[in-house]
């Protein structure tokens, strides 16, 4: 996978993530955070590596769908392009993904 769509797939993870199921949470997380392979995974979890690729196919096209529909990715873009202040950013960032 090329790295500029893992970038994007990551930051979309991280902000629609809670409307991901603990499943799809688990082995996003585990392939894209932790490195793993799918047949790690698929062994880990004793799953079918299919199944692994499955749900990480249909966790790629949630994340594009949600952000498609809500825009807060493109939202968040605009606003960095509006301001270089890493404060400013900090705060809307705590706003928009609930890190207070």
């Known amino acids: 996978m090329e790295n500029q769509k893992?970038?994007?797939l990551i930051k979309l993870y991280d902000i629609y993530?809670?409307?991901l199921t603990d499943k799809q949470r688990l082995y996003f997380e585990e392939y894209y955070?932790?490195?793993l392979s799918l047949s790690e995974i698929s062994e880990n979890y004793e799953i079918s590596r299919n199944a692994v690729f499955d749900q990480l196919n249909k966790v790629e096209?949630?994340?594009y769908s949600y952000e498609e529909k809500l825009h807060l990715n493109e939202k968040y873009d605009k606003l960095f392009k509006v301001t270089k202040d890493k404060d400013?950013?900090?705060k809307i960032e705590?706003?928009?993904w609930g890190d207070d």
């Open 33 to 35: 955070y932790n490195d």
């Open 6 to 8: 893992r970038e994007a």
């Open 17 to 19: 993530n809670q409307l």
């Open 94 to 96: 705590n706003i928009l």
């Open 61 to 63: 096209k949630l994340l």
């Open 88 to 90: 400013i950013l900090n």
